[in-house]
């Protein structure tokens, strides 16, 4: 079956970088977009980021434009998210996402991905 795990959430001080990853097994994740999405406690799951599936095409939410990087590598089945300048405000449980296609799309949504991973809690102290 498919199966995403996410790896590398912490706690880390405002201002300092994380990074965040995620392992895919079960699909030929060459062949898919992936996207990272994050839920804050008390709101609705919002997307941070997504990548294609050749990594051509990149796509920010406007809160992490300039402070996220959001890569892939194919040989080993793996998404990363790189998170640097942290604020307060993006302390959430982060999600790694495997896409219904290897394109994304200009405003993606959680619709957008079939397969989720158990996500991984982000906490940036202020």
């Known amino acids: 079956q498919v199966q995403l795990v996410e790896s590398g959430g912490g706690l880390v001080q405002a201002g300092g970088s994380l990074r965040l990853s995620c392992a895919v097994s079960g699909r030929t994740f060459s062949s898919y977009a992936m996207g990272w999405f994050r839920q804050a406690p008390g709101k609705e799951r919002e997307f941070v980021a997504a990548i294609s599936r050749s990594g051509g095409t990149t796509r920010y939410a406007d809160s992490v434009k300039g402070r996220f990087t959001i890569s892939r590598d194919n040989a080993k089945n793996t998404v990363y998210l790189q998170m640097s300048s942290l604020k307060a405000e993006d302390t959430a449980v982060y999600y790694c996402?495997?896409?219904?296609?290897?394109?994304?799309?200009?405003?993606?949504?959680?619709?957008?991905?079939?397969?989720w991973g158990q996500g991984t809690q982000v906490t940036v102290a202020s």
């Open positions: 996402a495997l896409g219904e296609v290897g394109t994304v799309g200009p405003d993606p949504r959680t619709y957008d991905y079939g397969y």
